[in-house]
C-alpha cells in the first residue's frame, strides 16, 4: 500500500473493464458464472503482474494507506457485491477465521475504509474499488492480521488483509495443559502466541518409559498460523502407546524470532484386565523403577559435569587452570546452546 491523504479516497473513481477471454462454464448451480475478489495487481507497494495472494501493508501509527480491490464478473448477468473490513482469528483448533458479518471489527476490520461499500458490477467487467486503511495513533506494534469479504448471489469469499504495525516485534510462545490420554492414546496439549507476531510453529515430542525411549519425534511445522495472543488446542497422536507403563512426556515448540517453550505431563498405562490380578502393584514396581532411573541420569549429568577439562594437570607447574578460570570456561560453553 502506498501513503496518500484521505481526501484522495473520495475523489477516487470506479473503474470497470472488460475481462479478457472466454465466459467461464456456470459453476455456482444459479444460471450464473462464479465471481470473484483479488487484490489489484497493479497496486499496493507489491505490485505484481500475476497478481498477489493477498494485501499487505506496513505502517506506523497514524498512517493511512490505500491500495485496490478487483471484483470480476465473468458472468452474463450483473452483481451486486457488498464489502466489509472483518478482524482475523484462530479457531480452537487453530484454523484461520474472520469475524462474522453481525461482529463488529475492533482492530484491521475497523481500519478499512471503502469508497464503495456496495459495488454492482456489469456482466464480464471487472471493477476496481479503491479503499484505505488508516492505522489509529495507538495502535500496538507488531502484526495486526484481518481481511475483506465480500458478499454477493448467495456466497461470501474473502481476502486477507496482513497489517505490520511499525515498532518492538516480539516472538514467543507457551505450551500450556499437556495431558496424556492414556484410552486414546493420544496427547492433548495448548499452545498460546504471547507475542505480537504471526508464528508458524514447530512441535518435538519425547516420552521415556521405565525401560527406554518411546516417542522421540523431532520438531516438524504444525498446520497453524498462530495469530498474536491467540490460544488453540491441539492433539497429537500416539497409536502405539505402550500397554503398561509409567511414562514422562516432553512437548518442546518453537518458532522463528526465537520463540521457545517446553512443557511435560507424567502418565501410567495399565490394561483394566490387569488391574484386579495384580497389575496395581506390577504399576507401582515400574513408577518405582521410573524413579531410579530418573536419580541415575540424574547423577549421571552431575558427575559429567564435575569432571575436568581434558588435559589438565594435577599441579599448578603442569598448565592447571585456576577454579574461577575454570568455571568462566564451563559457563561460556553452556552459553553456546547447551540446556543450563
Request: net charge positive; glycine share 14%.
Amino acid at each position: 500500500m502506498t501513503s496518500s491523504a484521505r481526501g484522495a479516497l473520495c475523489a477516487a473513481a470506479l473503474v470497470a473493464a472488460v475481462v479478457a477471454g472466454a465466459v467461464p462454464a456456470y459453476a455456482d448451480g444459479g444460471g450464473s458464472a462464479k465471481w470473484s475478489v483479488a487484490p489489484f495487481a497493479g497496486g499496493g507497494t507489491r505490485p505484481a503482474k500475476d497478481g498477489r495472494p493477498s494485501f499487505y501493508a506496513e505502517g506506523t501509527p497514524g498512517a493511512v494507506l490505500q491500495d485496490t480491490l478487483a471484483v470480476t464478473n465473468p458472468g452474463p448477468k450483473p452483481r451486486t457485491i457488498s464489502l466489509r473490513g472483518a478482524d482475523a482469528g484462530n479457531t480452537g483448533s487453530g484454523a484461520y477465521s474472520v469475524t462474522p458479518a453481525k461482529g463488529t471489527p475492533k482492530d484491521t476490520g475497523a481500519w478499512i475504509t471503502f469508497a464503495k461499500r456496495q459495488v454492482k458490477v456489469p456482466p464480464r467487467t471487472r471493477a476496481e474499488v479503491p479503499f484505505t486503511l488508516t492505522v489509529p495513533t495507538g495502535a500496538l506494534p507488531g502484526d495486526h492480521p484481518g481481511a475483506i469479504v465480500a458478499s454477493g448471489g448467495g456466497r461470501t469469499v474473502g481476502v486477507r488483509v496482513d497489517l505490520r504495525v511499525g515498532g518492538p516485534t516480539l516472538s514467543a510462545l507457551t505450551v500450556e495443559r499437556v495431558k496424556v490420554d492414556t484410552d486414546a492414546g493420544s496427547i492433548a496439549y495448548d499452545l498460546v502466541n504471547r507475542g505480537n507476531t504471526v508464528l508458524t510453529p514447530k512441535l518435538a515430542v519425547r516420552a521415556d518409559g521405565v525401560f527406554g525411549t518411546l516417542i522421540d519425534r523431532p520438531a516438524r511445522t504444525l498446520p497453524v498460523e498462530l495469530l498474536p495472543g491467540r490460544r488453540v488446542s491441539l492433539t497429537e497422536p500416539w497409536p502405539d502407546a505402550p500397554a503398561l507403563d509409567a511414562v514422562d512426556v516432553e512437548l518442546t515448540a518453537t518458532a522463528s524470532g526465537g520463540a521457545r517453550d517446553t512443557a511435560t505431563a507424567s502418565a501410567r498405562f495399565v490394561p483394566w484386565g490387569a488391574v484386579a490380578g495384580g497389575g496395581v502393584l506390577l504399576l507401582a514396581a515400574a513408577g518405582g523403577a521410573l524413579h531410579l532411573v530418573r536419580r541415575r541420569r540424574r547423577r549421571t549429568e552431575e558427575e559429567r559435569a564435575r569432571e575436568p577439562e581434558p588435559g589438565a594437570g594435577s599441579g599448578a607447574g603442569s598448565g592447571d587452570e585456576p577454579e574461577q578460570k575454570r568455571g568462566a570456561t564451563q559457563l561460556a560453553r553452556a552459553g553456546t546452546g547447551d540446556e543450563l
